[in-house]
């Protein structure tokens, strides 16, 4: 995998259409991978970064091939230094503790009449949020020893048009956790968590937890 941090300068009215419409910006990063004819991007997650302090904003890309930045000319133009990009290669053994970071779109799919896929309706209550998160845990080979919910609102994605506007209720997960079982927690590493993967949700990003 690879790991790649741009800082975006706030100011530029592209910059700021890619914060509004996370289409825009899901488009904008998916220009600097191959497409379809080319063997396609491959797993790709990434997360927007707010510092209130500096008011900059960072995007954090993790991928399974390595982009290439300078053909996305659109995402190019609103840059405030060069892309920085690593190879990624975590290695996890059961017992290991780390910190973790994770927006999300916690959720539950709903069947109604008339719709083949059904919808999805966002948790909106602290402990459905934490309790999905413990279920999501559970199926991906951690535990969660502690966490906060930070909420942080709608994200908006108008795809197609005005006329099919997505909607996704975005909640940030802060803790320490502990893996279960290796195998399964670095599938969740490499394929993320929950749905909503393509419009920057589910990255799942950890640092050692020190003694």
């Known amino acids: 995998m690879y790991l790649s941090l741009l800082k975006l ?120 949020q934490l309790e999905w998160l413990r279920q999501k845990a559970a199926t991906n080979g951690f535990s969660v020893l502690s966490c906060r919910a930070i909420p942080e609102g709608i994200i908006h994605s108008e795809s197609g048009g005005k006329d099919r506007i997505l909607r996704h209720y975005a909640v940030r997960f802060e803790g320490k956790l502990e893996v279960v079982d290796a195998v399964r927690f670095d599938a969740a590493l490499n394929d993320g968590i929950g749905s909503a993967k393509g419009f920057g949700f589910g990255l799942l990003s950890i640092a050692p937890l020190r003694n």
């Open 9 to 128: 300068n706030p100011a530029p009215r592209k910059t700021r259409d890619m914060l509004v419409n996370r289409y825009t910006l899901h488009q904008s990063v998916y220009r600097a991978f191959p497409d379809g004819t080319a063997g396609g991007p491959g797993r790709v997650l990434y997360r927007l970064d707010h510092d209130r302090r500096t008011g900059l904003v960072s995007l954090l890309v993790q991928s399974e091939k390595r982009p290439e930045w300078l053909r996305a000319d659109y995402l190019n133009e609103c840059l405030a230094g060069e892309a920085q990009t690593k190879p990624y290669a975590p290695e996890v053994k059961e017992g290991q503790r780390f910190y973790f970071l994770l927006r999300a779109n916690p959720s539950v799919k709903k069947q109604t009449e008339g719709k083949r896929n059904g919808y999805r309706l966002g948790l909106l209550r602290e402990q459905d």
